[in-house]
């Protein structure tokens, strides 16, 4: 057993597996839903948005609550292993994250057919903002395309340029990194404060209405 469970590429694909398999015999054997009905890809678009959401928010939390506020005690010599090996591999993780919980989201508001109306906030309604779930969940959804435009184009190209990620930025210098590393920092705050409401709308769109 330790020969798997040491091995990440074997549990995370496995768990991959076998997380669809209870999902398909669930849906399909248990509720008796069709490959193509709606229900069906419902759930297992519910399934990735909220794997993948939690592959994004669990780094941002340990950005914010464990890497950045423990900086401070770790000697100079030692920062490189940071900087230069954990940063950049959390920061890959944590981007596209984001990235694949923006596209199963918006995926999921497509499926159940109201895309438009909750990124109105419900002004697309008919009357206008008469859907509660819509209007709640459309400011949970632009609360996180905040955050995903944060991490896209705030955060990551400012941690580049701060860790010099591929050594792509060696011509900045000291100030101009830590100029990087701040802007990063703060905008990456943001997005932990914002997490909490933006969490809100998310699970509670479908628990209120
Ligand atoms: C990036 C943009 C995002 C979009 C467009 C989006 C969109 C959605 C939509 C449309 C739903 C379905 C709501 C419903 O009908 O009940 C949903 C549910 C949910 N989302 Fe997001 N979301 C985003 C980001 C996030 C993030 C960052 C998280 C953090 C983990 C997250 C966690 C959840 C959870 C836990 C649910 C509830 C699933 C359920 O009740 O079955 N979402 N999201």
């Given at each position: 057993m330790a020969w798997f469970l040491s091995n990440i590429r074997y549990v995370a694909w496995t768990a991959l597996a076998v997380g669809a398999l209870f999902l398909i015999y669930f849906a399909?054997?248990?509720?008796?839903?069709?490959?193509?009905d709606a229900a069906f890809w419902e759930a297992a678009l519910r399934w990735s948005h909220v794997l993948v959401g939690i592959m994004w928010i669990g780094h941002l939390y340990y950005f914010n609550f464990t890497q950045i506020p423990n900086m401070p005690k770790i000697p100079d010599e030692q920062k490189p292993a940071i900087g230069k090996v954990i940063a950049p591999a959390a920061l890959f993780w944590f981007r596209w994250g984001a990235m694949f919980t923006l596209i199963t989201g918006l995926l999921l508001a497509w499926n159940q057919g109201y895309l438009l109306q909750a990124l109105t906030l419900g002004a697309a309604d008919d009357p206008s903002f008469a859907v509660g779930k819509h209007v709640l969940i459309g400011i949970g959804m632009w609360l996180a395309i905040v955050m995903w435009f944060n991490v896209w184009f705030i955060i990551w190209p400012n941690q580049q340029r701060a860790l010099n990620i591929d050594n792509k930025?060696?011509?900045?210098?000291a100030a101009a990194k830590a100029a990087h590393a701040r802007t990063a920092m703060l905008l990456s705050r943001t997005n932990t404060f914002l997490s909490a409401p933006m969490l809100v709308a998310m699970t509670g769109a479908s628990t209120l209405f």
């Open positions: 399909m054997g248990v509720a008796g839903y069709a490959f193509g930025f060696a011509n900045l210098d």
